[in-house]
């Protein structure tokens, strides 16, 4: 089985410019997270969808973060315009759960894209 | 909501084994706990997941008991590859939240 695929791996951008992370997930999976994991603490979701629909998207900083999942799979997550402190590691997971059980189901990670704000 | 408390670190010696224990005292009836394993420039790994009792698989075991506020990964006969953040996370039952902590740093040494 293949895993969640993400791209770019690395990016170094200066702050005030855009920049777009994209994922992949797991063939089937309906469920798609995006997390920012800032070094040394643990994974923060963003957002939430269930095929392309938002389930949770309440600790995404709007004014500058967007994120879309067209036709229920891929998945693209936009910083626009970045600050110092988006610095971070941006993490897709997917998973098979959906419904109030949504997490009682694995998150199946890729390894992230590390973004540097400068 | 279901927040989670871990030691922030230990350490332990390779061929020993490793219990990691981590505090859910607000879990939800219908939550599971999962625990997730995560090395340097990798996103997390699933380890094991479980609702009540004892559940085995190949790489670990995890013990929850009655009241299921707590529960403890059992890693056997740990070695220097098992060095990672172990992180433990609980499902928000209805309100399809979960929130990761900031883990347990495992220093396996020779």
């Known amino acids: 089985e293949a895993g969640v695929a993400q791209s770019p791996r690395y990016k170094i951008i200066e702050k005030r410019q855009s920049v777009a992370f994209w994922c992949n997930p797991i063939s089937g999976h309906a469920t798609l997270y995006w997390y920012q994991q800032i070094l040394g603490q643990g994974p923060k979701l963003l957002i939430q969808?269930?095929?392309?629909?938002?389930?949770?998207d309440s600790q995404l900083p709007k004014d500058r973060f967007s994120a879309e999942r067209l036709k229920g799979v891929d998945s693209t997550l936009k910083i626009q315009p970045a600050k110092l402190e988006d610095s971070a590691v941006y993490l897709c997971?997917?998973?098979?759960?959906?419904?109030?059980?949504?997490?009682?189901?694995?998150?199946?990670f890729g390894n992230g894209t590390r973004l540097t704000v400068t | 909501l279901a927040k989670t408390t871990q030691p922030i670190s230990m350490d332990s010696y390779e061929g020993q084994e490793v219990n990691i224990t981590c505090s859910h005292n607000?879990?939800?009836?219908?939550?599971?706990i999962t625990w997730y394993q995560q090395f340097p420039s990798q996103g997390p790994r699933f380890i094991i997941q479980?609702?009540?009792t004892k559940v085995t698989n190949e790489v670990a075991s995890l013990f929850i008991p009655a009241d299921r506020k707590s529960s403890t990964l059992s890693l056997p006969r740990v070695s220097l590859s098992d060095t990672a953040v172990y992180y433990c996370l609980v499902g928000e039952g209805n309100a399809g939240k979960s929130t990761f902590g900031d883990g347990t740093t495992l220093t396996v040494k020779p």
């Open positions: 479980g609702y009540k």
């Open positions: 969808f269930q095929n392309n629909g938002v389930v949770d």
């Open positions: 607000n879990i939800a009836t219908n939550d599971y």
């Open positions: 997971a997917s998973s098979l759960g959906t419904g109030t059980a949504i997490y009682n189901s694995p998150l199946h």
